[in-house]
């Protein structure tokens, strides 16, 4: 079973899908497609709160206390750091390694970057955080 590969189509676009993979006895094969959906919708180009709008009847079906809803989560946080809202610190630090090393690669602001540096979960992470904070905010860039 796979998920239907446009990705525009919604959770609710196919209602047969999403409950083949609730029903889904291997939980780490559900729990893989059902990432599989969120990453590929949350790669494009709509905000955070259309993703969150986007995932609601997901997260009503799967929950909001799992890897699923934590996914859905986390990219809404990078997705608001990149539109440019303020730094949630505290999220920020509380984030999965996963989303450190993404906004540790991806992210084109020098103050969000920076706070990773501080906040970050491993000295590594801060320390390469640190440095590419230093690079953004040099004459150039």
Do not use: C, Y
Request: net charge neutral; hydrophobic share 45%; glycine share 8%.
């Amino acid at each position: 079973m796979t998920i239907n590969d446009d990705p525009a189509a919604g959770p609710d676009d196919d209602p047969a899908l999403l409950a083949a993979l609730l029903a889904e006895p291997d939980r780490l094969k559900a729990e893989a497609e059902l990432t599989s959906l969120v990453d590929r919708r949350a790669a494009g180009p709509e905000s955070a709160a259309a993703l969150t709008a986007w995932a609601r009847p997901l997260l009503d079906a799967v929950g909001t206390d799992g890897f699923i809803a934590r996914r859905v989560q986390e990219w809404s946080l990078f997705k608001a750091l990149q539109s440019g809202a303020p730094v949630d610190r505290e999220a920020l630090g509380a984030a999965s390694n996963w989303l450190q090393h993404k906004v540790l690669e991806e992210a084109d602001s020098a103050a969000v970057v920076a706070a990773l540096g501080e906040v970050g979960r491993t000295k590594r992470v801060r320390n390469l955080a640190k440095t590419r904070a230093g690079r953004l905010r040099s004459p150039g860039r």
